[in-house]
């Protein structure tokens, strides 16, 4: 069981935007979001800890699935708040929402250095500039010795109990690997990535927005589906159970927004359709929720190298009437695919075709993709 806090409390001073750091867009999606893709295909639970007053913001953001709470007024407060929502873990992961292009891969392999018994792992790069100590004055006391330097990056990973006992007492500092060192543990440094700077400044952002941009190509797919009513089956539709209406017959819980969306998004990477990767040859995915199938269809396409860049669908059909709950639907759906920016359409057919005449719903989607040159 693996946990992740994602320290994205902080106002973002340096930056000088009149909202949180955490939640300006960089391309298609918030700091937040791109942090949260890092992480969510290696942690079970992740919690993200929000300036005070922009909780309920966040949570609309990142969905049901992950745990927000109040930060504090410095990161190690932050970090503690965050601790204090997981039960238990074997590993936490702590990463900057500042840092949000570290890769998934980053991520991968700070697990897998606590997987072989390192209780503390953190990502580094080497000092390219010459580091001077200096006084109050200003003047050099000393010059370190650059070869040992390392510039420390997020995610840092660590055994659950040792990070607990680090951050017992109210000590602060600007990473976990210090509280962690002083505790007396050994902290091991890995290989950091250029890609997983600290965005602090507009200048950074527009560096980020070169390592997006740079690594890029786009590719597009469109999904279609369609069920039949059926007596006595609960409606699950765009991610919600919808209690009052009538439901569809499938193999699956038909849940026809999430089913176009998944074959968009295989048509746009070329990974086969939902029937060759969950259809009735899979018993285990039978009577599986849309939610889950768009969580399964993320996490294929992410190990292909794909990043969503937008998906859109629309629902055909009478009923149920969409508006009301059309925010909740987008933040359920997004959650499962990595915080992806997701529309949801709706259109009735004036009376006319299958759906018109009230025998079922369809949905048709588009995906745009990006995938990773490298
Ligand atoms: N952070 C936090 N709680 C705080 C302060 C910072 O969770 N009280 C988080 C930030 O949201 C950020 C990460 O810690 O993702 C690293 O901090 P930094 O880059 O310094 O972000 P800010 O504190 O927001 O920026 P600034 O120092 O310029 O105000
Ligand atoms: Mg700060």
């Known amino acids: 069981m693996i946990a992740a806090i994602i320290a994205a409390a902080g106002s973002g001073e340096r930056f000088g935007a009149s909202i949180p750091k955490a939640l300006i867009q960089l391309g298609n999606r918030t700091l937040l979001q791109h942090s949260i893709s890092a992480l969510s295909s290696v942690a079970d639970q992740i919690v993200v800890t929000a300036p005070a007053g922009y909780e309920d913001q966040i949570r609309a953001l990142v969905g049901t699935e992950i745990t927000v709470v109040t930060g504090g007024a410095t990161r190690s407060e932050s970090v503690r708040r ?161 209690p009052d209406e009538v439901g569809v017959e499938g193999h699956s819980d038909g849940d026809v927004a999430a089913h176009a969306i ?34 399964e269809t993320y996490l294929l396409i992410s190990n292909a190298g794909y990043s969503i860049s937008h998906v859109s669908v629309q629902i055909i059909g009478n009923r149920p009437r969409i508006g009301a709950r059309r925010a909740e639907a987008i933040a359920t759906m997004s959650a499962a695919l990595g915080g992806a920016e997701v529309a949801i359409l709706a259109t009735t057919t004036d009376g006319m075709g299958l759906t018109g005449e009230g025998k079922g719903i369809a949905a048709i989607a588009s995906a745009l993709v990006t995938r990773n040159r490298s």
Request: a negative charge.
């Open 262 to 295: 998944c074959d968009a998004l295989f048509a746009a990477t070329g990974l086969g359709d939902l029937g060759s990767n969950f259809g009735t040859s899979r018993p285990e995915y039978a009577g599986a929720s849309g939610v889950k199938l768009l969580k």
């Open 82 to 242: 965050g601790l204090a929502a997981i039960t238990s873990a074997d590993f936490v992961l702590v990463h900057d929402a500042a840092r949000a292009l570290a890769s998934r891969e980053l991520a991968a392999r700070v697990v897998a250095s606590l997987n072989s018994g390192e209780v503390a792992v953190i990502p580094a790069l080497p000092e390219v500039d010459t580091v001077k100590i200096i006084d109050a004055q200003g003047y050099v006391t000393s010059t370190p010795d650059r070869a040992s330097l390392r510039r420390v990056q997020t995610p840092q990973g660590f055994a659950y109990s040792v990070l607990k006992g680090a951050h017992q007492n109210s000590a602060d500092a600007t990473d976990d690997a210090v509280l962690v060192a002083d505790a007396g543990h050994k902290v091991l440094v890995i290989d950091g990535e250029e890609r997983a700077i600290k965005i602090t400044t507009p200048h950074d952002l527009a560096t980020a927005l070169q390592f997006m941009g740079h690594a890029q190509s786009f590719s597009t797919g469109v999904g279609v589906d369609a069920h039949a009513f059926g007596q006595g089956r609960e409606l699950w539709l765009a991610g919600l159970h919808w």
